[in-house]
């Protein structure tokens, strides 16, 4: 990386990037996942200078900004959303002094830079947790998380019947300093995951002491992790039923999407607008609609939230309209940009979702056709890019890369998959770390192999088998990208035009621009709308017809 990159101002960008207001309307974001994206230091882990070194990858590849989960000194319970220190960066991805030439470099190259935030739980090593056990009940700091004395003739059952989304209780009763069985502890994630109480003014001061830290060292936003999760109901009250999982996302839950949420994003959101540079947050929020997620997203709240129904999506086009639509009107009274993903790290890649029967939810552990679900994900891909608002990528994905659904047992490293309940702990498929060259003892991820072991095919997916290659999925992205920066059509505003089409077929018009995309399994004939501006799949003309494959999407320049 050179001189004058790392020289490079933390809180400027590159003009062309600085220039652009409103940039994350439309902006694209690449989620690096740190331990599986380069390693710099031979140890199979990846890490900050490895992501640094990667950075003119990512400006090449047309990326506006790029999100890094969790970094900071952690225990590594939950792969880093298990916080011991939120100031701090954890040895195995290297230091702030990293952190910090990371940034600098990123902005010197146009990128920027969006890191996670985990403020619903902490790790049980944090100091305040630390201490609250040492100190024994009536310790204010037990004040700071949710303790309470359990139920039963001597405190043996749980407070309530809250249970955790990785399976089991959501309560963990301590042993007291004294060695007697003592209070519960909250923790709607693993055990070693406490909740903190956000109705105790340390949680909050300590926080917004947080989010000044990371955004005096440069940083362009937050993706903020659980973004639902910090307000419980008054009480704790029982939820009244069992399987609690099921729930999750139809219902508003007692410890999720509780409109309490709503006043610290405000005291927030006038932190950041004391700071230069348009400066962002990204909710995590998963709700039972999506115009429950748009309360997330109001003006003096957060900018953008996660689209997970459009990632649940099925690949057909009656339920991919729907959701486009309900998500535009949604966020169209609130201001806000839509957002769209296909990918991320917690669930199945879309290249084998879509390579399996729909239905099956978001962790699939079938591989599927391979074939069918790469043309289906190149396809998604352009979708997406071609819709109003921001869209995320996650790595890997622009090398068309399959979830690894046969990793064995021994090498597994997901908590969910060993606590034999609540999430199906099927996650490391989609967090391999990924190819850069076609040899190597890890395919260029780094001198030492890699933490979890790659496909032996994952050579001719790499960046250097792809790189060039016409019809690579890395050139598909790497175009559409391109494409997608020089037309103003694509990306901005809040509406599209839609079309007459086919049955199984989404045709829509923004501007001179149109995007057809047949979800079917059959070739179907559309009109001609213009010049071919790029194509998941060969597209053949017959004067003003086209014949467009199936599951293919086209980006036509068209007459007004």
Known sequence: MSQQHSAAPARHLAATVADRRD??????????????????????MGDLEGVRSRLPYLRDLGVDAVWLSPFYASPQADAGYDVADYRAVDPMFGSLLDADALIRD?????????????????????????RALAEGPGSPLRERYHFRPGKGKNGELPPND???????????RVTEPDGTPGEWYLHLFAPEQPDFNWNHPAVGDEFRSILRFWLDMGVDGFRIDVAHGLVKAEGLPDLGSHEQLKLLGNDVMPFFDQDGVHDIYRQWRGILDEYAGERIFVAEAWTPTVERTAHYVRPDELHQAFNFQYLGTAWDAGELRAVIDRTLEAMRPVGAPATWVLSNHDVTRHATRFANPPGLGTQIRTAGDRGLGLRRARAATLLMLALPGSAYVYQGEELGLPDVVDLPDEVRQDPAYFRGAGQDGFRDGCRVPIPWTREGSSYGFGDGGSWLPQPAQWGELSVQAQTGAPGSTLELYRTAL??????????????????RAPEGVLAFRRGDFVCVANTTGETVRTPVYGRVLLSSGEVAESGDEAEVPADTTVWWAAAV
């Not at 809250?162 to 963990?172: H, K, L, N």
């Open 162 to 172: 809250w249970e955790s989304i990785f399976g089991g209780p959501a309560w963990t």
């Open 23 to 44: 940039w994350w309307r439309d902006a694209v974001i690449y989620q690096v996942y740190p331990r599986s994206f380069a390693d710099s230091n031979g140890d199979g």
């Open 106 to 130: 990123a902005h010197g190259l146009g990128l920027r830079i969006i890191v996670d935030l985990v403020p619903n739980h902490s790790s049980d090593q944090h100091e305040w947790f630390k």
């Open 482 to 499: 391109r494409l997608r920066r020089s037309r103003p059509d694509l990306g901005a505003g809040d509406a599209v035009e839609w079309l």
